[in-house]
């Protein structure tokens, strides 16, 4: 009677199971075929236009090799999204951690209600602010051609508003660290940069990717901002403009060999990161 | 000279939650003092206001004449131990008891040493064959009394680490990082952390509270040791009265923010100033009964358990000597001051529970009239056949030596046979008050 039972256990537990790799397995393959399909005709140089074939006729690198000729700007997009992504990066991760320092060690008049005022303002979606900060941007001359200091001015200026996960890893590391250290002789900033920084390896490696993914994959805001000048454009605006009816028939291919030079650097960064990555998203829940 | 004085601090937290009352102390120059208390009891409180990482709401701390009110806690030349270790997790052991000297970049003279005593005087030499004799007089001065130097040079801090290595048995760990070593290693880092810096008074807040029994015992007795090497003003804190006794010169004994008694292990032992010492120092702690003092001529009894039991020895004497006349009281009564009686006298009591503790029984026993006691008995003191009968529900009976009973008032709780009281007890010695007042002390001194 208890091996029947016991068998119908197993059995019970291998349908589910069949069941569950199976759903799963659609969901990564509806998941995974643009991705192959980018790839694909990315290496694409029979027909630069929109296929019904996913496997192309003939492979090469031409569409790569037009992306670095002289021909078109997809090195000033790629360069100008560079420079956006990294400026933000640096100044983000510096703000969100000295805010989130500051937010978890000292107590000061008003620091509850400012923090719950950021948390509702950061329910807002960020699109309902966009023509605000365009008309203010295209008001200080930060538009268009100059839209890459626009861009890391309105990148940088919300820098603040993500201290939660920081604050969050901070709050579980014990102050009497601090306290030790203030002890022992050290300034507020050297207790800041000599314990507290070396500690955060994990929340800062991944406070850098997540501030350097932002503007790195960012299209509404750089597309509005940069009005459509070549110059002013980041990768992503740039590629969406051979997506036009007039262009796509031409460069569909090669919009496709941008995408995995975009994805390429930010594929690097995790995959040395990774373990740092998951350690900082999980880590401020369970140390302590 | 490090003497704390601790004058009228009080600790008032936001929502007006007084955590400290009125704390009045002068700890002596190399007095080793330990705050022991209860949780909450404001002890922990009180040592970090000293040590600065927390705001005096109230009263003034000095250490060594100067009043440290608004200094910084490095400013204050203090060195802390704390609970959890407080150890940096990224640095290895050396790198941990370097940082309060590599981040030190005060100006200081510090003498040579020999080999560079040696070096000095050939360049002296040489300088004086050059004809730079302002140079070489300076370089003499250095030799004699020491160079103006920022912070410490790598050298000095190898020398410091190694010394206190040395001392607290950790050299083999200098290359490690805390989170690969026990709980009492960590703990001699953090000590050794603490003895690297120049400072004038050693604070420690539950150093051993971390630790296991065994360890702790063995940390306690290292600690003594160390005391009699750095020789300085010490400050304990603890909740573990056994730690209190062995390692303090005085003890403050605190409740609810108020200090209840300040005294040696000796006379917090013997002459608990109120109940709350009474029952808080010693384990098992005292056994207490409602009861009446009875005064008949020159001689007292007591008749706790419906018993009549005589008041000798010296607590007769001094009850004598203060006149008191009979009134209801509690008795007070040490488990280690109850003995078992073979003969017809005795209080009849049952045993509840016997707790074998190796060297010692802990009977708890209850009375005819459902009254609970503890008693302590030496094993060795039993033959076989007694141990045999310390069983649960078993008939014995115990006497009470008069000569270790203690008398507390029922309201106050106050113990009769000792004067001091809360308000008076603990006020600054008056030769020290007295000595402020003739040194008057600008105003804007206090309110730096």
Redesign the interface.
Do not use: C, I, T, Y
């Given at each position: 009677m208890a091996e029947k039972k016991s068998m119908k256990l197993s059995t019970k537990r291998r349908i589910g199971n069949i069941a569950s790799y199976i759903t799963l397995g659609l969901i990564s393959i509806i998941w995974i075929m643009p991705f192959i399909f980018l790839v694909l005709k990315s290496f694409d140089v029979e027909n630069p236009g929109v296929t019904s074939n996913v496997i192309p006729k003939a492979f090469g690198f031409n569409n790569y090799i037009y992306l670095f000729s002289s021909e078109c700007n997809f090195l000033q997009w790629y360069f100008n999204t560079f420079i956006i992504a990294l400026v933000v990066c640096v100044v983000q991760t510096a703000m969100q951690f000295a805010m989130s320092f500051v937010l978890s060690r000292f107590r000061f008049a008003l620091r509850k209600p400012m923090m719950n005022f950021m948390l509702v303002l950061g329910m807002f979606p960020g699109f309902l602010t966009m023509i605000v900060l365009y008309q203010i941007l295209k008001g200080i001359g930060l538009t268009g051609d100059n839209a890459v200091p626009g861009l890391i001015l309105v990148y940088v200026a919300s820098s603040g508003m993500g201290y939660y996960v920081i604050k969050g890893f901070l709050d579980t590391m014990?102050k009497?660290?601090d306290?030790?250290?203030?002890?022992?002789?050290?300034t507020r900033a050297?207790i800041f940069l000599?314990?507290i920084v070396?500690?955060c390896k994990p929340i800062l490696i991944y406070t850098i990717l997540t501030s350097f993914m932002g503007p790195w994959g960012d299209f509404v805001f750089a597309y509005t901002v940069s009005l459509g000048s070549q110059s002013g454009m980041n990768v992503a605006a740039g590629l969406n403009s051979w997506l036009s009816a007039a262009n796509i028939g031409q460069h569909f291919a090669h919009f496709c060999a941008g995408g995995v030079i975009v994805a390429i650097p930010v594929m690097v960064l995790f995959l040395f990161l990774q373990k740092y990555y998951v350690e900082g998203v999980t880590g401020g829940a369970v140390k302590g | 000279m490090a003497e704390v004085i601790i004058k009228n601090v009080k600790k008032i937290y936001s929502g007006n939650v007084t955590a400290v009352h009125d704390f009045n102390l002068h700890i002596k120059d190399k007095e080793f003092i330990v705050f022991v208390g209860p949780s909450g009891c404001g002890k922990s409180t009180t040592l970090r206001m000293v040590a600065g990482l927390e705001d005096i709401s109230e009263g003034t701390i000095s250490i060594d004449g100067e009043v440290v009110n608004d200094l910084q806690p490095k400013d204050r030349h203090i060195s802390m131990v704390f609970q959890n270790y407080a150890l940096y997790p990224h640095l290895t052991v050396y790198e941990n008891m370097a940082f309060p000297l590599r981040i030190d970049k005060k100006e200081r003279i510090m003498p040579l040493s020999d080999e560079e005593k040696e070096k000095a005087r050939l360049e002296v030499e040489e300088l004086r064959k050059q004809g730079k004799n302002d140079k070489a007089d300076k370089l003499e001065d250095e030799i004699a009394n020491g160079r103006k130097q920022k912070g410490y040079t790598d050298d000095q801090i190898y020398e410091r680490i190694i010394n206190a290595a040395q001392v607290l048995g950790i050299t083999q760990f200098l290359t490690r990082k805390p989170k690969a070593m026990s709980g009492g290693q960590r703990q001699r880092v953090a000590i050794g952390r603490a003895m690297v810096k120049d400072c004038k008074v050693f604070l420690m807040d539950e150093p051993l509270s971390n630790l296991d029994a065994k360890l702790r015992n063995q940390m306690r007795a290292e600690i003594i040791l160390l005391r009699k090497r750095i020789n300085t003003t010490f400050i304990y804190v603890t909740h573990d009265q056994t730690e209190a006794m062995t390692l303090g010169d005085r003890i403050v004994c605190m409740k609810d923010g108020f200090i209840m008694q300040v005294g040696t292990p000796t006379e917090l032992f013997d002459m608990p100033a109120n109940l709350f010492v009474a029952q808080f120092v010693g384990a098992p702690m005292m056994n207490t009964v409602h009861c009446d003092l009875i005064r008949e001529g020159n001689k007292y009894f007591v008749n706790p358990y419906g018993y009549k039991l005589p008041v000798d020895g010296d607590k007769g004497k001094a009850l004598l000597d203060r006149d008191i006349e009979s009134r209801p009281i509690i008795l007070g009564i040490r488990p280690e001051h109850i003995q078992l009686s073979s003969g017809k006298d005795g209080v009849p009591v049952t045993i509840q529970v016997n707790e074998m503790m190796g060297s010692e029984y802990h009977l708890h026993v209850t009375t005819e009239q459902g009254e609970k006691l503890i008693v302590r008995i030496p094993t060795l003191s039993l033959s076989d056949e007694e141990r045999a009968n310390m069983v649960n529900g078993t008939q014995i009976k115990v006497s009470f030596s008069g000569k270790a009973m203690h008398f507390f008032d029922p309201e106050s709780e106050k113990n009769l046979l000792v004067d001091i009281t809360n308000a008076d007890a603990y006020e600054l010695d008056a030769d020290i008050v007295k000595q402020e007042k003739q040194e008057e002390l600008p105003k804007s001194d206090i309110e730096e």
């Open positions: 014990p009497s660290l306290e030790a250290a203030l002890v022992d002789g050290a050297q000599k314990v070396p500690l | -």
